[in-house]
């Protein structure tokens, strides 16, 4: 599977996601960074072998948290991502678009 952190770089949070295989041992490396905060919160695996991640993004202190999704392809290149203008269920988009396809 795979896990998510979060790493500091010049006071920002970049989102990390590493995959591992089935011993544990680093597969892939993908790093989310668009020059602001972004956090992930939940991962899960794509029937395509990818990952979606959802969580959240902060372009700056004083702008408001937007939401975020991203898929990461099985070879850890990232295919797309969307920034949401309020900060919604991740958890239930992220099923309903990649568990059931809508």
């Not at 899960?44 to 979606?52: E, F």
């Not at 993004?57 to 408001?64: A, F, I, L, N």
Request: aromatic letters at 6%.
């Amino acid at each position: 599977m795979g896990c998510l952190s979060s790493d500091t770089v010049a006071d920002c949070h970049n989102l990390t996601v590493t995959r591992t295989d089935a011993a544990g041992i680093e597969v892939r490396h993908t790093v989310f960074d668009e020059g602001s905060d972004e956090y992930g919160t939940i991962l899960l695996p794509v029937s395509d072998g990818g990952l979606s991640v959802g969580g959240s993004v902060k372009q700056s202190p004083e702008s408001d948290e937007q939401a975020l999704l991203l898929k990461i392809a099985e070879d850890g290149r990232i295919e797309w991502n969307r920034f949401y203008s309020t900060q919604r269920t991740i958890q239930a988009i992220t099923a309903r678009i990649f568990n059931h396809g809508n």
